[in-house]
């Protein structure tokens, strides 16, 4: 296990809550809890921390399981702090151990994982068939080149054979950290594609649409965290070089320097194009400096992460100077085809080339969340997927979430029903399909698809609220009693609920 201060504790003021991490017969804990005025405990809370995630440089993560889900635990570890604080996304929100792990985050946080497909965070026993980040990341699959050489020797398909990103063209070998190093503002994957197609010397383009929302002027690109490919992109360094300098012209992913190897380490790099002369600051001032003649130090230096706390991340836009203006292009990315969006990873020739609407549709909707200016292109491209694609699961589910928030609660529920027995099998769609029926009045439909969709997605507090409320409405007062037992039981950190609990009549008393 990492070192890493132990026990822990941190105390929330903002949520009123109370964190442990300890260990206990050789195993890690953490603990969420809350307390009377007078110290006595209202709940608590308590798993059993089964992997960590993270480098250390900025710190590690921790996840728990339970029935066969991953969850991101509420405290995280931090190097700079040397302790440990709320998790990203836990500074603000009570979301105890129910956030789920889902198969993007692993991709990039694991070797090689066992998700069930059409879950939300559900993976097989062993959860993990590689924990941590291997040769294949880089290299592609090894037991899919032996079986493909076994067969046919060196005419096998070049898909099929061990890739050295170092004899790949820069994009080919870009793609292959993009995949992780690259976040942009919508990461979809591309019509029936999973995780594991992506595939080292292959197209990321034929998988995965990187998007980000075009920067302004006023609002220039402000972000380090995973965010290199595209500031790499905007230094001059990497324009100057009509392309060619690529992730891994200063980076070797098997070698890792120290902090203090860090600044020889790259300064040799960066003399490869520059010379000593190219630097304007006298040689007797750099040499005068700790670390001595540090190129990186100066024109790459680290910047803290905004989403998450005690962190921070290179800045890879190799700024000549603290105050060097974003270069034109910056503001002249989008295309006539997207005017929109910015494609970040698009395969070469196909520049001009929109992602496929299946793919728009799903990153306008991510983008349209916080984004209000995207909610037009959302319902626009919905329309044309409407008409093209009609007998698709997820256009059916979003022409169906359309019109339940129109309060069209009919035609809702028929493109709902329609969606479900397209499938595959969407806990969202049956979520919305129990609401549609129940502004419908049709109440044991609707209570049939909220169960439904809770099947496919056991820990999605939202649902399980609603069915509780739908049980008494319906006036089920003891299975309602129940449903609300198993609710606190799984999200104890819910005062509400759980004062709702104390207030219910006992089940022999009803």
């Given at each position: 296990?990492?070192?890493?201060?132990?026990?822990?504790?941190?105390?929330?003021?903002?949520?009123?809550?109370?964190?442990?991490?300890?260990?206990?017969?050789?195993?890690?804990?953490?603990?969420?809890?809350?307390?009377?005025?007078?110290?006595?405990?209202?709940?608590?809370?308590?798993?059993?921390?089964?992997?960590?995630?993270?480098?250390?440089?900025?710190?590690?993560?921790?996840?728990?399981?339970?029935?066969?889900?991953?969850?991101?635990?509420?405290?995280?570890?931090?190097?700079?702090?040397?302790?440990?604080?709320?998790?990203?996304?836990?500074?603000?929100?009570?979301?105890?151990?129910?956030?789920?792990?889902?198969?993007?985050?692993?991709?990039?946080?694991?070797?090689?994982?066992?998700?069930?497909?059409?879950?939300?965070?559900?993976?097989?026993?062993?959860?993990?068939?590689?924990?941590?980040?291997?040769?294949?990341?880089?290299?592609?699959?090894?037991?899919?080149?032996?079986?493909?050489?076994?067969?046919?020797?060196?005419?096998?398909?070049?898909?099929?054979?061990?890739?050295?990103?170092?004899?790949?063209?820069?994009?080919?070998?870009?793609?292959?950290?993009?995949?992780?190093?690259?976040?942009?503002?919508?990461?979809?994957?591309?019509?029936?594609?999973?995780?594991?197609?992506?595939?080292?010397?292959?197209?990321?383009?034929?998988?995965?649409?990187?998007?980000?929302?075009?920067?302004?002027?006023?609002s220039p690109p402000d972000s380090v965290h995973v965010e290199h490919y595209y500031s790499m992109i905007l230094s001059r360094c990497y324009r100057a070089s009509g392309g060619r300098l690529s992730c891994i012209t200063?980076?070797?992913?098997?070698?890792?320097?120290?902090?203090?190897?860090?600044?020889?380490?790259?300064?040799?790099?960066?003399?490869?194009?520059?010379?000593?002369?190219?630097?304007?600051?006298?040689?007797?001032?750099?040499?005068?400096?700790?670390?001595?003649?540090?190129?990186?130090?100066?024109?790459?230096?680290?910047?803290?992460?905004?989403?998450?706390?005690?962190?921070?991340?290179?800045?890879?836009?190799?700024?000549?100077?603290?105050?060097?203006?974003?270069?034109?292009?910056?503001?002249?990315?989008?295309?006539?085809?997207?005017?929109?969006?910015?494609?970040?990873?698009?395969?070469?020739?196909?520049?001009?080339?929109?992602?496929?609407?299946?793919?728009?549709?799903?990153?306008?909707?991510?983008?349209?969340?916080?984004?209000?200016?995207?909610?037009?292109?959302?319902?626009?491209?919905?329309?044309?997927?409407?008409?093209?694609?009609?007998?698709?699961?997820?256009?059916?589910?979003?022409?169906?979430?359309?019109?339940?928030?129109?309060?069209?609660?009919?035609?809702?529920?028929?493109?709902?029903?329609?969606?479900?027995?397209?499938?595959?099998?969407?806990?969202?769609?049956?979520?919305?399909?129990?609401?549609?029926?129940?502004?419908?009045?049709?109440?044991?439909?609707?209570?049939?698809?909220l169960d439904r969709s809770i099947a496919l997605d056991p820990f999605n507090p939202f649902t399980q609220r609603t069915r509780v409320v739908?049980?008494?409405?319906?006036?089920?007062?003891?299975?309602?009693?129940?449903?609300?037992?198993?609710?606190?039981?799984?999200?104890?950190?819910?005062?509400?609920?759980?004062?709702?609990?104390?207030?219910?009549?006992?089940?022999?008393?009803?």
């Open positions: 296990m990492p070192k890493m201060m132990l026990p822990g504790h941190f105390t929330s003021d903002r949520l009123n809550r109370q964190f442990e991490v300890f260990q206990r017969d050789g195993k890690l804990y953490q603990s969420e809890y809350d307390l009377t005025p007078d110290a006595a405990e209202i709940f608590r809370d308590t798993r059993q921390i089964e992997w960590l995630i993270g480098a250390g440089i900025n710190g590690y993560g921790a996840i728990v399981r339970q029935n066969g889900y991953l969850f991101q635990a509420p405290l995280s570890y931090y190097s700079k702090l040397g302790s440990w604080a709320p998790s990203p996304g836990y500074e603000t929100l009570d979301l105890g151990f129910s956030r789920p792990i889902l198969p993007g985050c692993l991709f990039c946080h694991s070797g090689r994982f066992t998700p069930v497909a059409g879950t939300n965070g559900q993976y097989a026993d062993p959860p993990f068939a590689e924990m941590s980040i291997g040769c294949e990341s880089c290299h592609g699959p090894g037991a899919d080149h032996v079986r493909a050489m076994s067969r046919a020797g060196a005419a096998a398909p070049r898909s099929m054979h061990i890739v050295n990103p170092a004899r790949l063209s820069p994009y080919l070998a870009d793609n292959i950290c993009m995949a992780c190093h690259q976040t942009g503002d919508a990461r979809v994957l591309k019509p029936g594609r999973t995780w594991s197609d992506v595939v080292p010397g292959q197209p990321l383009d034929d998988t995965l649409a990187i998007l980000m929302v075009p920067p302004t002027p006023a200063c980076h070797d992913p098997h070698v890792q320097p120290s902090e203090e190897e860090a600044p020889a380490v790259y300064a040799k790099k960066c003399l490869t194009c520059h010379t000593s002369q190219s630097c304007k600051l006298p040689l007797r001032t750099r040499m005068q400096q700790h670390p001595a003649n540090n190129c990186i130090g100066c024109h790459m230096p680290k910047r803290d992460i905004q989403v998450i706390s005690h962190s921070s991340a290179t800045n890879h836009r190799i700024l000549a100077t603290p105050d060097e203006p974003f270069p034109d292009v910056t503001f002249r990315q989008t295309t006539a085809a997207l005017p929109d969006l910015i494609d970040l990873d698009p395969a070469p020739g196909k520049q001009d080339t929109p992602p496929p609407l299946l793919t728009l549709l799903q990153a306008y909707g991510e983008l349209a969340d916080n984004r209000p200016e995207y909610v037009a292109a959302y319902l626009r491209v919905l329309d044309q997927l409407e008409k093209a694609q009609p007998d698709n699961a997820l256009v059916q589910g979003a022409v169906g979430r359309r019109e339940l928030k129109n309060g069209n609660y009919g035609a809702a529920a028929e493109h709902l029903q329609r969606a479900v027995q397209l499938g595959p099998d969407r806990a969202t769609s049956w979520a919305d399909l129990a609401e549609a029926l129940a502004k419908l009045g049709r109440s044991d439909e609707a209570l049939a698809a739908q049980l008494i409405e319906l006036r089920q007062y003891e299975k309602a009693r129940t449903a609300l037992e198993d609710y606190v039981r799984t999200f104890p950190q819910d005062g509400y609920m759980r004062e709702m609990l104390a207030r219910a009549p006992a089940k022999n008393a009803q």
